[in-house]
Every structure is written in structure tokens, then in C-alpha cells.
């Protein structure tokens, strides 16, 4: 009986008790993961991280950005000189040689002759005021070349080295493309002045739409590399996302797309010489709205083939690029900033108060070429300092 009551027990124990099976083994304590999913976690932040792109990509990216720059201004100082349809043909190799013997010029000279700026315009240029134009068009193409042999080689080399990442190949890859794509339009561009028009008596320019395309994929290309070599340079700032910083961040993308609208504007009054007709600020002539504002039918002409809705355009949006500035600047004042961000705001409201003044005294002296070109040139620093204080204010990637 003994025996018989200690095995009894013994089969309890062994079952668990009176209560069935088993109990189940504890829960993990608190905070602490499955020694599984534990082995993963430590798997995945081992895992070798990709590597960044080493400074000379973005350095590289700022110096493109610089020559698409160099590149604007001159093609700006070509438009002002009417240099532009000097050369009449488009070679990718063969015009890289300039002329050089008297009869090689003469030939050149000549072919100028059949086109309508010589018969309507030029008709009594000499051949020296011909070179001179000549020579401007043809440095703004062979500029146009070393831009172009500036983005492609060093990119084929960093990409051989293994230096660009897969977000970084596909942007370059856009770069490299929308640069050949611009030879291509600044051709297309001069073809419009080449044209002959029997109905016309205006003087032979370029088709100011064209001129706008060629100008904005310029200013693209230009923000791009600009913008990308910025933010592999610049290290983002910690801020906290206040609301107050998520408004100055949402202020400061609409203003940087009102400074590239209020640029683009600029090649409408460039491609109609909308710059000649009402010298006088702050009214256009006597009045403040002149009375051919909307005079050409439909009315929705007036806003790219009438220049003096043109420039009264472009007036207005550089008005308000100035006071969206200076109320960004305003706001960012009232949040607590890192020094370089809040250099990116003084330094736009100082370029912005001085491309201001540059508009008002180019558009009082009759566009003088000197300060025309300035002005031209203060819209890409205007340009590049609000691209500044964008990539000043990222947002830091959780």
C-alpha cells in the first residue's frame, strides 16, 4: 500500500499536478525579444551600410553648376549684342574651327547674307563688325561643348570608380541627358530667327517661346546640380520639426518657385525687347495699368506676344519675389536658427534688394548691355541663394 501510494504521487509530480498538463514556460520579460528575432536585429545593423560619395562628386556637381552659370551669362551677353544669328549652320565638330583666311571669312560673310537679320538689320555691316558677332556666338557654343564634356567625362570616371549610388547614378544619368538635350534646343532656338517670314516687317529675332525652353532647361540644370551638390557638401542641421520651422520650410519652396518663374519671365522680355517700351518706374508711362495692356486678341496672347504685357508681367514678379523675401526673412527671425542657415536668409534678402535695383536701373537707362547682363546675372545668384537656404532647411531622414 506503501508502494503503491508513493508511485501514485511520483505519476502526479510528473504530469504537473492535479490541474492537467504542464504549465506553459514564462513569458519573455519586458523589453526583451525572442533570442530569434533578437539574432536578426543584430544581423541587419551589422549589414554594411552604403557607402557615401566622397566630397569630390559634390564638388564636381558645383563646378557643372558654375559653368551652366557662365554659360547663361554669356548667352545673355550674345542676346544683347544680337550675336545670336550670326553663325548660320550647326556643325557638332566641324564649326569648332574658326575661319582663318581672308577668303574663309568672305565665305562666311556670305552665307550670313541670305538670312533675313543681314537683309532687314545689317544691311550695311562691315566684315570686321561681322566677326565681332560671330565670335560671341560661336564662344557661347564652344562654351556650351566644354559644359558639356565638363558633366560627361568626370561622370563616366566616378561612375567606373564606383563612387555614385544608385539614387546618385540615375540623377547624373539626368544631368548628362538634359545637357545634350540643351545643344539640341539652343539650336532649334536659332533656327526660329533663320526663318524667312514674307508677312512679317518686324525685326528677325528668335521665337521668344523658344527662347523661354532653352532659358528654363538651362535654369533646371543649373538648380539640379546645384541642389544635389549641396546636399552631398552640406551636412543637414538636427532642428526640431516645429511648426513653426515645417511653415519656414513650406515659405522658402514657394518662394524659390517664384524667383525660377520671375527668371523664366525675363526671357519673354529678352525674346520681345519688352524692356524698351515703358523706361519708367514705378508707372508704366503715365499711368499706372497702360492702355495697351490686353491689346492684342485673344486676350491670351497679350500674356507672351504683346510686350508691353510682358513686361508688365515680369514687373509684378519681381515685386512679389522681393516681398516674399523679405517676409520670409521677417518670419525666420521669430525661430531659433543655426548660423549658417540664418547667413542662407540675410544673404537672400541682400541679393534680392540688390537685383531690385539692378531691374529699376536697367529698365531707366534703356538696357544698357553692361547692366542688363549684371541683371541677368543677379537672377541666378537670387536663384542660388534661395537654393542655399533650402538645402539649410532638409528635413534629417529618420
Known amino acids: 500500500m506503501l508502494r503503491a501510494a508513493r508511485g501514485g504521487a511520483r505519476r502526479l509530480l510528473r504530469d504537473g499536478g492535479l490541474g492537467g498538463p504542464p504549465p506553459p514556460p514564462p513569458p519573455p520579460a519586458h523589453g526583451r525579444l525572442p533570442p530569434r528575432l533578437c539574432l536578426q536585429r543584430c544581423l541587419l545593423q551589422q549589414a554594411p551600410q552604403p ?68 537683309k532687314i538689320l545689317n544691311h550695311d555691316m562691315t566684315l570686321a563688325e561681322f566677326k565681332f558677332i560671330w565670335y560671341m556666338e560661336y564662344s557661347h557654343r564652344m562654351w556650351g561643348r566644354v559644359v558639356g564634356l565638363a558633366y560627361i567625362l568626370p561622370a563616366a570616371y566616378f561612375w567606373r570608380r564606383g563612387w555614385l549610388s544608385r539614387p546618385l547614378k540615375g540623377c547624373v544619368l539626368a544631368l548628362c541627358g538634359l545637357v545634350c538635350f540643351q545643344g539640341l534646343l539652343g539650336w532649334y532656338m536659332v533656327k526660329s530667327g533663320l526663318e524667312e517670314k514674307p508677312d512679317s516687317y518686324d525685326i528677325p529675332r528668335v521665337s521668344q517661346y523658344r527662347l523661354a525652353a532653352h532659358l528654363g532647361s538651362a535654369l533646371v540644370l543649373y538648380s539640379a546640380s546645384l541642389w544635389t551638390g549641396l546636399s ?115 544673404s537672400l534678402l541682400a541679393v534680392a534688394c540688390m537685383q531690385v535695383g539692378l531691374g529699376i536701373s536697367t529698365l531707366l537707362l534703356y538696357v544698357p548691355t553692361p547692366l542688363a547682363a549684371t541683371h541677368q546675372s543677379g537672377s541666378l545668384a537670387l536663384l542660388s541663394m534661395a537654393l542655399w537656404l533650402m538645402s539649410e532647411l532638409r528635413r534629417v531622414p529618420k
Open 51 to 118: 557607402a557615401a560619395p566622397p566630397p569630390a562628386v559634390g564638388r564636381w556637381l558645383l563646378v557643372c553648376s558654375g559653368a551652366v552659370a557662365g554659360a547663361v551669362v554669356l548667352g545673355g551677353v550674345t542676346r544683347l549684342t544680337e550675336s545670336g544669328l550670326s553663325m548660320v549652320d550647326w556643325h557638332l565638330v566641324k564649326e569648332m574651327k574658326p575661319p582663318r583666311t581672308q577668303q574663309e571669312w568672305e565665305a562666311e560673310f556670305q552665307k550670313y547674307q541670305k538670312f533675313p537679320e543681314f
Open 232 to 346: 552631398l557638401l552640406l551636412p543637414r542641421h538636427k532642428l526640431p520639426e516645429t511648426h513653426q520651422l515645417l511653415r519656414l520650410r513650406q515659405y522658402a519652396h514657394g518662394t524659390t518657385a517664384l524667383i525660377f518663374l520671375t527668371a523664366l519671365s525675363g526671357a519673354f522680355v529678352a525674346g520681345l525687347d519688352a524692356g524698351l517700351v515703358y523706361n519708367s518706374f514705378p508707372k508704366m508711362g503715365e499711368r499706372w495699368i497702360p492702355d495697351d495692356l490686353l491689346a492684342f486678341s485673344p486676350v491670351l496672347r497679350n500674356i507672351f506676344e504683346n510686350p508691353t504685357t510682358v513686361q508688365f508681367d515680369h514687373r509684378i514678379l519681381g515685386i512679389a519675389s522681393v516681398t516674399a523675401v523679405t517676409a520670409l526673412y521677417l518670419f525666420s527671425r521669430k525661430i531659433p536658427l543655426p548660423r549658417r542657415t540664418r547667413m542662407a536668409v540675410t
